[in-house]
């Protein structure tokens, strides 16, 4: 469950980032000039030479990289990388939020309004939170999954003394290595679980 939840709100992040307006809609929450995107920014970044003195090439990518690490966070599964790219995406935004506020006030943020940040921004702030709270209070899988099993379906280790495999050979007289019940020296199956001796 936790690695689908992951996967989701990382193809998510993608999403928003390049379809919903991050940054300079105008006209409110619904942009009248769509060409302000994420592949406008990318075509600044391969045309202009100074893209990244643009408010919309820095907040795509500021949003577009943690998106793309969140994303092969999820495909990998480490639980320290699916902590660590949501991580990094909300400290770069914070970061880009203060540097926009001291230069634009704190109106231009938190009005959808002409040259002012978007509502996709603010998804992304969301998304980066979920995934972090998604990867902090997820277990590890193999321990999830054990600990699951039912205790009489667990190989119990054998007692003290008995004898073990030997070149993959069982020991007859010995005890089931599948349940630790002492089997009979010329048994084919353990008479407690079935095992196959």
């Known amino acids: 469950m936790y690695r689908k939840s992951y996967l989701i709100v990382s193809i998510l ?15 409110g929450l619904i942009p009248s000039q769509p060409e302000e995107s994420f592949f406008d920014a990318v075509e600044l ?13 820095i907040f795509e990518m500021t949003i577009f990289i943690p998106s793309v690490l969140m994303l092969v966070a999820s ?29 634009n006030g704190v109106e231009e943020v938190l009005h959808f309004d002409d040259c002012s940040v978007s509502i996709g921004t603010w998804i992304a702030a969301v998304l980066f939170a979920a995934a972090f709270v998604i990867a ?10 054990v600990s699951q099993t039912p205790a009489a379906f667990l190989p119990r280790p054998p007692a003290a003394g008995t ?11 010995a ?5 630790g019940s ?13 095992h196959k001796l």
């Open 13 to 27: 992040s993608l999403l928003n980032v390049l379809f919903v307006p991050v940054f300079d809609v105008w006209g």
């Open 163 to 173: 004898t073990v495999e030997k070149q993959g050979m069982i020991s007859r007289g």
């Open 75 to 103: 495909l990998i599964h480490k639980k320290s990388f699916c902590i660590a790219a949501p991580t990094i995406g909300i400290l770069l935004w914070l970061q880009l939020m203060l540097r926009y506020t001291a230069q």
């Open 175 to 179: 005890f089931c290595p599948n349940c």
């Open 136 to 145: 902090v209070t997820s277990k590890n899988g193999n321990r999830q999954a």
């Open 182 to 194: 002492q089997i009979n020296a010329a048994a084919l199956f353990c008479g407690k679980c079935g």
């Open 45 to 57: 970044i391969f045309t202009e030479s100074d893209a990244f003195q643009y408010w919309i090439v």
